[in-house]
């Protein structure tokens, strides 16, 4: 029989915490999913959309492949998978940069934009409902503790050794392979 050390087991408050966090970002894919589904996208399809508008906004009318996976901390080959899939559906266009045909530049069409401008006039009641169970002032210490919780894994993943493991799945060469499926840790935090 296996018996776990005590160096490797750990207090009940730290892994119920990480229960807890993980079940609820499940849930809140679970909310959510529908939410996009009525506009005919997925979650995923939605923070692609919603990166490349973010960047209009800040005067940038389209973006690098690369540069929107890096904004949503997902894999190259997921994100040609969105990608293919907005273009497919007329949301998005995507060129070969002029400075290297082996990038990819993607922006938004006039359906895209359209298409973003319908989820947005009804997203601000639907975050309302995920969020309401909270006075503002818990809604505030939330955002506290998540951006905290968010800065503390971008150290974790910047140290070295985490390099070598983040290039592989990168490359393809990670036990974590893509499935060419809508799947992006980030979607949550673009709704």
Do not use: C
């Not at 160096?7 to 966090?21: C, D, H, K, V, W």
């Not at 503790?145 to 290039?167: D, Q, T, V, Y």
């Amino acid at each position: 029989m296996v018996t776990q050390s005590s160096a490797t087991s750990l207090p009940s408050s730290t892994e119920g915490a990480f229960r807890a966090l993980v079940r609820t970002l499940g849930l809140l894919k679970r909310v959510m999913e529908p939410y996009f589904a009525r506009f005919g996208i997925s979650g995923s399809q939605w923070s692609v959309l919603r990166t490349l508008h973010r960047a209009e906004e800040e005067g940038e009318t389209e973006l690098r492949l690369t540069d929107v996976g890096d904004r949503l901390l997902i894999r190259p080959p997921s994100v040609t998978g969105v990608v293919d899939r907005l273009q497919r559906l007329g949301y998005i266009d995507r060129t070969a940069a002029v400075e290297d045909h082996r990038a990819k530049h993607v922006r938004l069409t006039p359906a895209g934009r359209e298409l973003v401008a319908q989820v947005l006039a009804q997203h601000a009641g639907q975050v309302k409902s995920v969020l309401d169970i909270f006075t503002t002032e818990e809604q505030h210490s939330l955002q506290q503790l998540l951006e905290r919780l968010g800065a503390h894994l971008e150290a974790i993943s910047a140290r070295p050794g985490n390099a070598e493991i983040k290039n592989k799945a990168n490359t393809g060469n990670g036990s974590n392979g893509s499935s060419g499926r809508d799947a992006s840790p980030a979607s949550a935090a673009e709704v």
